[in-house]
């Protein structure tokens, strides 16, 4: 049954939370008093749908319904799970939260979004505080994994777990904060960076735009991959950690940071700031920086996928929960078709400046086709360790329609021969039933130690005269066995 997410409050965080519900099939329902949400959620979920629906090399469940709502109640009505994402103040924090529990269901998750509350700041007068915790998320919702999970004493732990399982299925990381702390954890590291920051601009020591080539070209890319601790501890050598810290440990004394003061927020400090960064970045439009932010998250998140790796793996393990495809020849319902070896929405990274999927990567997912259809017959990785595996010979593909980001394609997969050492595939990749390409490939089975064609085990042969005994009837595909320049 799709469930359905309240989302109480939409602005920049609202819309995001929606966005990451609605793409991973949940029902959503909006309430804020700004007559304007509703066009400020088009863009937002614009830029979601772009972005987030290829970020894994599985498609999302279908799209769940958005609906607005007049009143908190009628918008937390059926909701297993409430956001609240309301301006920062506590007082309203605390009359938003009141409605919300006169009216939600006493077992659905409420989380609050607060960049800076405890959650017991939040419960204080609650009439359940038990059902009320912090999520707190990270801009774009959409796309960034983490949110910061923080229980009060008072928080039901069991409601706790549910929520950590639901931001599971949602393709996010959900951090428990053990401690409740004011502004929790990453924004503590962030408020420390930004008060530097605003030094080192103040003092004239660098401007807004070296201050973030500093980062981008340097830590920036290291902590997306690695973190503090375990860049550093790299960075010690094999003596790792220890070593590191008795090297730079002293140098903490220094010291080198005017860390714990702030400087006052004059308006000449914030003209000096504005003029700079208009200048660094004037020049683009926030729509236009917003797209450029989207694409370089989801190229960098897709390069740690494919390391399986960090905000990758996160990415990897829901994507092994919504793989529609099946594991095993006993999951296939009817052999006797083709069957489904792919099913994905086009990521960004896979277009090009025609604006639609560049063919090299109809040629990847036609790969990771056949890479499935080798596991299913039993090809995987252990097989491959012991020293044989599928090289592929010729290929043959058609480019029948266009494909553009967030198309959500299909392959399905037909074997026209699979005797002996040969394994000749037929795929046919389609949108909404329709081709888009077929891929025709035939592969050989190889030694990994000689390199030459050998015979695979007993079990594959037998997987695969299942398979071709099954589909010996189905009429060859229109397509196979066309060469280059053949009339269509
Ligand atoms: N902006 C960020 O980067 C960021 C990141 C993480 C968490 N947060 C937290 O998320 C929350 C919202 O921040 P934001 O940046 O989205 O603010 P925002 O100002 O963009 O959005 C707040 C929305 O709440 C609506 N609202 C006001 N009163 C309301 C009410 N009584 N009921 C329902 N909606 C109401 C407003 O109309 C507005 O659309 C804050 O607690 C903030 O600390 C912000």
């Known amino acids: 049954m799709t469930r359905t997410a309240a989302i109480i409050g939409g602005g920049v965080i609202g819309g995001g939370w929606a966005a990451r519900f609605l793409l991973n099939g949940w029902n ?12 400020i959620f088009a863009e937002v979920l614009d830029n979601a749908r772009r972005s987030l629906p290829g970020l894994t090399d599985v498609a999302l469940p279908p799209e769940g319904a958005i609906s607005f709502h007049a009143t908190v109640a009628e918008a937390v009505a059926g909701a297993a799970w409430i956001q609240e994402s309301v301006p920062e103040r506590l007082e309203l924090k605390h ?54 999970v923080v229980p009060s004493a008072q928080t039901d732990l069991a409601l706790v777990e ?35 920051a605003l030094w080192l601009v103040k003092d004239g020591v660098a401007t807004t735009q070296e201050i973030d080539e ?35 440990g002293p140098a903490l004394k220094w010291p080198w940071t005017k860390l714990m003061d702030v400087p006052e927020f004059t308006d000449e400090l914030v ?47 829901q994507q092994k929960a919504i793989d529609p495809r099946p594991q095993s020849l006993a999951d296939v319902a009817d052999l006797g078709r083709p069957i489904l070896m792919g099913r994905r929405a086009v990521p960004l990274d896979w277009t090009d400046y025609n604006g639609h999927m560049n063919e090299a990567k109809y040629l990847q997912a036609f790969c990771d086709a056949t890479d499935r259809f080798m596991e299913l017959v039993g090809c995987d990785m252990d097989y491959i360790a012991t020293g044989g595996s599928y090289f592929t010979a010729e290929t043959h593909i058609r480019h029948v329609a266009e494909a553009n980001a967030g198309d959500v394609i299909d392959i399905h997969t037909r074997l026209l021969g699979g005797e002996g050492k040969k394994m000749h595939l037929w795929h046919e990749m389609t949108r909404n039933g329709e081709i888009v390409a077929t891929g025709e490939h035939f592969l050989l089975h190889v030694s990994l130690e000689t390199r030459r064609p050998s015979e695979p085990k007993a079990e594959i042969v037998a997987a695969l005269a299942q398979i071709a005994q099954a589909q010996a009837g189905l009429p060859l595909p229109e397509g196979a066995g066309r060469h280059v320049g053949q009339k269509r």
């Open 28 to 39: 959503v329902q909006v309430f804020d008093p700004d007559p304007n949400c509703a066009a």
């Open 95 to 148: 009359k938003v939260l009141a409605e919300v529990q006169a009216a939600c269901d006493p077992a659905a998750v409420i989380g609050s979004s607060t960049s800076g509350f405890k959650p017991s700041e939040l419960q204080d007068g609650a009439a359940r505080p038990g059902q009320i915790m912090v999520t707190h998320p990270f801009n774009p919702v959409y796309l960034m994994p983490l949110v910061e």
């Open 162 to 196: 549910q929520a950590e399982t639901i931001l599971h299925s949602l393709g996010m990381y959900p951090l428990r904060v053990r401690k409740e702390i004011d502004a929790h954890i990453a924004d503590r590291f962030l408020e420390a960076v930004w008060r530097e």
């Open 214 to 248: 500093s980062i981008r070209m340097g830590f920036g890319i290291r902590w997306a991959q690695m973190g503090l601790f375990e860049t550093y501890r790299t960075a010690g050598g094999n003596a790792g950690m220890r070593h590191f810290m008795a090297q730079f």
């Open 271 to 317: 003209d000096l700031i504005a003029g700079q960064s208009d200048e660094q970045s004037g020049h683009l439009t926030i729509s236009e920086l917003l797209k450029a932010r989207d694409d370089n998250l989801v190229g960098l998140m897709r390069a740690l996928k494919a390391n399986d790796w960090g905000a990758g793996a996160v990415l990897n393990a």
